[in-house]
């Protein structure tokens, strides 16, 4: 299994940026994907999940209504659009499969918000 992230980078408050996760090594239409995070001193937290087909997502409370998760399963790929950016959202951001063995992760993408 390999979750690879993309899409980070330096950003000013109030800005967008769309982060990836490339997937392989698994039936990824088949899998139900998450989004974490986690900021400098502080625990991994959920952000936002999608069901195999994209019909149902959830979000915490901190990113819903700014962040937006889809998934292009033709290219096993999953997508997280983050909108209204705040220096809170600063966080190295990881996709996360949970399969019969256990979860997998990426490596993770560093978001920095920050003018």
């Known amino acids: 299994v390999q979750l690879v992230e993309s899409g980070g980078g330096l950003v000013q408050p109030g800005g967008s940026l769309r982060l990836s996760c490339a997937a392989s090594?698994?039936?990824?239409?088949?899998?139900?994907m998450n989004w974490y995070r986690q900021a400098p001193g502080k625990e991994r937290e959920f952000c936002a999940s999608?069901?195999?087909?994209?019909?149902?997502?959830k979000y915490a409370d901190s990113v819903k209504g700014r962040f937006t998760i889809s998934r292009d399963n033709a290219k096993n790929t999953l997508y997280l659009q983050m909108n209204s950016l705040k220096p809170e959202d600063t966080a190295v951001y990881l996709c996360?499969?949970?399969?019969?063995?256990?979860?997998?992760w990426g490596q993770g993408t560093q978001v920095t918000v920050s003018s």
């Open positions: 999608i069901s195999t087909t994209g019909i149902i997502t």
């Open positions: 996360k499969v949970v399969r019969r063995g256990g979860s997998d």
């Open positions: 090594g698994f039936t990824f239409s088949s899998y139900a």
